[in-house]
């Protein structure tokens, strides 16, 4: 959770200002089919995001890593999946992947 602290005594611009009914709800991973945004899959999201945590800006290139992998022991699920993982990290590295070794 990320807090705002002005500094004592000072009223921020953004909390002067109204709240609008429309910045209330999240549209980044969770939207749904009501915005129209596209629903990640819960699973590659998750792994994902521990993926991230654990190696940074180098995580596309881990699950690009595992796409490979599974790919030589012709695991074609497993493939798709870390394709997955890849593409919600970096859409095209991803790509790019699909490109020069098919999916």
């Given at each position: 959770?990320?807090?705002?602290?002005?500094?004592?005594?000072?009223?921020?611009?953004?909390l002067?200002?109204?709240?609008?009914?429309r910045?209330?709800?999240?549209?980044?991973?969770?939207a749904?089919?009501r915005?129209?945004?596209?629903h990640?899959?819960?699973?590659?999201?998750?792994?994902?995001?521990?993926?991230?945590?654990?190696?940074?800006?180098?995580?596309?290139?881990?699950?690009?890593?595992?796409?490979?992998?599974?790919?030589?022991?012709?695991?074609?699920?497993?493939?798709?999946f870390?394709?997955d993982?890849?593409?919600?990290?970096?859409?095209?590295m991803?790509?790019?992947?699909?490109?020069?070794?098919?999916?």
């Amino acid at each position: 959770m990320v807090r705002f602290a002005p500094r004592y005594g000072i009223i921020s611009p953004c909390l002067a200002r109204p709240v609008q009914a429309r910045h209330l709800r999240a549209t980044n991973d969770n939207a749904g089919a009501r915005t129209g945004s596209r629903h990640e899959d819960d699973a590659a999201l998750d792994t994902a995001l521990r993926l991230f945590a654990a190696h940074g800006f180098s995580a596309a290139e881990r699950a690009r890593d595992a796409v490979l992998i599974a790919q030589v022991s012709e695991d074609a699920a497993r493939a798709e999946f870390w394709l997955d993982v890849c593409r919600t990290l970096d859409r095209r590295m991803a790509r790019d992947v699909v490109m020069r070794h098919g999916s």
